[in-house]
């Protein structure tokens, strides 16, 4: 069972990790926090720094540039970014190809009132157009839906909440994942409930990134 109790010594850990040169800086792993602010930060250095994440987790949080200004932020973890998270993205691929992909998981709950699952999709979307899916092309006039996943799934665990699985790949490759978790709100799934932002009921997230950095990195 896994649970972040310090969520700011999470995020400068992840940045000391990134500061570290070589082929060691394999993923972001970063969770729920107050107001999506970690998964914000992974989803940003996913999409500035591709040169050293190779994958990123993000859960519950938002995507790169999504708020305009600190002054928009609140109303953009209600509903939806207010800038182009699009156009981000595909600045950032003309600039990084050689560097792409990097695969994203995200995690999502369907009963979270803190950031709208609406930025999981915009957050999925992304990633999705950095990573060169066509399929974000293909629903580009209706802006906030997801394009059909290349492979969808529904499971119901005794005990569990039942959960939804939405991948996409370009070749043979995974470049996104999406969970999205029925019922749960602004935690991470499956952590210690003896901590905040944290719910003991599964679907257990931390082996959901493990899965899924094992079937993301080559």
Not at 57 to 62: I, K, N, P
Not at 113 to 142: C, E, F, I, K
């Given at each position: 069972m896994f649970g972040v109790a310090d969520y700011w010594a999470f995020v400068v850990a992840v940045i000391v990790f990134l500061a570290i040169p070589g082929v060691g800086n394999l993923a972001i792993i970063t969770s729920t926090g107050k107001g999506g602010i970690v998964g914000g930060l992974a989803a940003t250095l996913g999409v500035r720094h591709p040169q050293v994440v190779h994958a990123v987790a993000v859960h519950s949080g938002l995507a790169c540039g999504a708020a305009t200004s600190a002054f928009t932020a609140i109303s953009v973890m209600q509903r939806g970014p207010d800038n182009d998270v699009e156009a981000v993205a595909a600045k950032a691929a003309a600039d990084a190809r050689s560097h792409l992909p990097v695969p994203l998981l995200a995690i999502h709950g369907g009963g979270d009132t803190v950031v709208a699952l609406v930025n999981a999709a915009m957050l999925v979307r992304q990633y999705l157009r950095l990573n060169g899916h066509p399929g974000v092309d293909a629903t580009s006039l209706v802006p906030r839906a997801l394009?059909?996943?290349?492979?969808?799934?529904?499971?119901?665990?005794?005990?569990?909440?039942?959960?939804?699985?939405?991948?996409?790949?370009?070749?043979d490759r995974l470049v996104a994942r999406f969970v999205s978790i029925d019922g749960l709100g602004h935690a991470w799934s499956g952590?210690?409930?003896?901590?905040?932002?944290?719910?003991?009921?599964?679907?257990?997230?931390?082996?959901?990134v493990g899965d899924f950095l094992r079937d993301a990195l080559p």
């Amino acid at each position: 069972m896994f649970g972040v109790a310090d969520y700011w010594a999470f995020v400068v850990a992840v940045i000391v990790f990134l500061a570290i040169p070589g082929v060691g800086n394999l993923a972001i792993i970063t969770s729920t926090g107050k107001g999506g602010i970690v998964g914000g930060l992974a989803a940003t250095l996913g999409v500035r720094h591709p040169q050293v994440v190779h994958a990123v987790a993000v859960h519950s949080g938002l995507a790169c540039g999504a708020a305009t200004s600190a002054f928009t932020a609140i109303s953009v973890m209600q509903r939806g970014p207010d800038n182009d998270v699009e156009a981000v993205a595909a600045k950032a691929a003309a600039d990084a190809r050689s560097h792409l992909p990097v695969p994203l998981l995200a995690i999502h709950g369907g009963g979270d009132t803190v950031v709208a699952l609406v930025n999981a999709a915009m957050l999925v979307r992304q990633y999705l157009r950095l990573n060169g899916h066509p399929g974000v092309d293909a629903t580009s006039l209706v802006p906030r839906a997801l394009p059909p996943a290349d492979l969808e799934r529904t499971d119901a665990v005794p005990g569990e909440r039942a959960r939804t699985t939405r991948e996409w790949r370009v070749g043979d490759r995974l470049v996104a994942r999406f969970v999205s978790i029925d019922g749960l709100g602004h935690a991470w799934s499956g952590g210690d409930d003896a901590l905040p932002f944290n719910d003991a009921l599964g679907p257990d997230a931390t082996a959901l990134v493990g899965d899924f950095l094992r079937d993301a990195l080559p």
